[in-house]
């Protein structure tokens, strides 16, 4: 169990910091807009990833929750 949550961990991380540096500060509102995405496909398990990495943006950028998506 402690082997997969540093697996998921890292990967949240990763995920994370490689959409920061893709996108900067709207980051956040992409992964954001992913998690919508996959929430109304009814894939809730890539909706959760997708909400922990938004909060791993934010905590790489230091802002506030993002509100709304930036549509694609």
């Given at each position: 169990?402690?082997?997969?949550t540093?697996?998921?961990?890292?990967?949240?991380?990763?995920?994370?910091?490689?959409?920061?540096?893709?996108?900067?500060?709207?980051?956040?509102?992409?992964?954001?807009?992913?998690?919508?995405?996959?929430?109304?496909?009814?894939?809730?398990?890539?909706?959760?990833?997708?909400?922990?990495?938004?909060?791993?943006?934010?905590?790489?950028?230091?802002?506030?929750?993002?509100?709304?998506?930036?549509?694609?």
């Amino acid at each position: 169990m402690i082997r997969n949550t540093y697996v998921v961990s890292h990967s949240i991380s990763w995920a994370a910091q490689n959409l920061v540096d893709s996108h900067g500060t709207e980051a956040r509102r992409l992964a954001l807009a992913n998690a919508q995405r996959m929430a109304e496909e009814g894939r809730m398990e890539l909706t959760t990833m997708w909400e922990l990495v938004q909060g791993a943006v934010g905590e790489l950028l230091g802002d506030e929750p993002a509100s709304r998506p930036l549509l694609n």
